[in-house]
Structures are given as structure tokens and as C-alpha cells.
């Protein structure tokens, strides 16, 4: 599906302005959410995909960048890749064509697979829990 160039300004306009948004309300955001124990972890002690996630959204709209990968590399990598496919957007407009989030399922792979041995070692390693 294309866009027209006037919805690509209005998401490259939208964007920043939604960002310095986040960014102002960061600690309302952060205190109203109601943070449930997660359950495997309750039950078994195994940590799952999504244990530290919250903390990594927290020190990530913080600045605290190192101990957000450290809490849960998911909210960085899920960070950048829109933050490519947004610079690729701008450059569209542009008039240049820039290609800086992969788009072949061979790349993804070997990420994916990263990220599942991530996710095993670290119930085995307590350096890679969340803090």
C-alpha cells in the first residue's frame, strides 16, 4: 500500500510531537499503570519473555538506556526498527530511497533465534536476569 505525501508529512510531523509528549509525561505515564505479578515466574520461578519489560520502558523513557537492554532487550529493538522504518519514511519524501530496517526473512531468522537463547540462558545465568 503507498501513501500519499501529505499522510507521510503528517506521520513525519506526528511522530516528534508524539514523542516530546511521551517524554513530558513520562512519570504520569509510568505511575498509572497497574503492574500484575507474572505468573510463570510466581509459579515456577522461570523467567519469561516479558519479565523486565516494564522496568526496561521505565529506565528507557528515563534515558537510562544500558539498563533498559539490561532489563529487556525487547523495548530498545522495539524502539529502533520503527525508528528506521520512520528515517526511511523521511528520506522517501526526500526523494531518496534508503533501505535500513532488513526486510529479508533470512535476516530475521538468526534475530529471532538470538532472542530465544537469550530468553533460556537467562533462567540459567543470573548476570542476564533483569536487575
Given at each position: 500500500m503507498?501513501?500519499?505525501?501529505r499522510?507521510k508529512?503528517?506521520?513525519?510531523?506526528a511522530?516528534?510531537?508524539?514523542g516530546?509528549?511521551l517524554?513530558?509525561?513520562?512519570?504520569?505515564?509510568?505511575?498509572?499503570g497497574?503492574y500484575?505479578p507474572?505468573m510463570?515466574?510466581?509459579?515456577t520461578?522461570l523467567l519469561?519473555p516479558?519479565?523486565?519489560n516494564?522496568?526496561?520502558?521505565?529506565?528507557?523513557?528515563?534515558?537510562?538506556?544500558l539498563l533498559s537492554l539490561?532489563?529487556?532487550?525487547?523495548?530498545?529493538?522495539?524502539?529502533?526498527?520503527?525508528?528506521?522504518?520512520?528515517?526511511?519514511?523521511i528520506?522517501d519524501i526526500c526523494?531518496k530511497?534508503l533501505?535500513?530496517v532488513p526486510?529479508?526473512?533470512?535476516?530475521w531468522?538468526?534475530i529471532f533465534?538470538?532472542?530465544?537463547v537469550?530468553?533460556v540462558?537467562?533462567?540459567f545465568f543470573p548476570?542476564?536476569?533483569?536487575p
Amino acid at each position: 500500500m503507498a501513501l500519499s505525501k501529505r499522510t507521510k508529512l503528517l506521520i513525519v510531523a506526528a511522530v516528534p510531537l508524539l514523542g516530546v509528549m511521551l517524554f513530558l509525561l513520562r512519570d504520569y505515564i509510568m505511575s498509572v499503570g497497574h503492574y500484575f505479578p507474572c505468573m510463570l515466574y510466581k509459579y515456577t520461578g522461570l523467567l519469561c519473555p516479558g519479565c523486565g519489560n516494564t522496568r526496561a520502558v521505565n529506565h528507557l523513557v528515563h534515558g537510562r538506556i544500558l539498563l533498559s537492554l539490561r532489563s529487556n532487550p525487547d523495548i530498545p529493538f522495539l524502539v529502533l526498527v520503527p525508528l528506521g522504518f520512520y528515517i526511511e519514511l523521511i528520506a522517501d519524501i526526500c526523494g531518496k530511497k534508503l533501505r535500513i530496517v532488513p526486510r529479508s526473512f533470512w535476516v530475521w531468522i538468526p534475530i529471532f533465534a538470538a532472542y530465544a537463547v537469550f530468553y533460556v540462558l537467562r533462567n540459567f545465568f543470573p548476570i542476564l536476569a533483569p536487575p
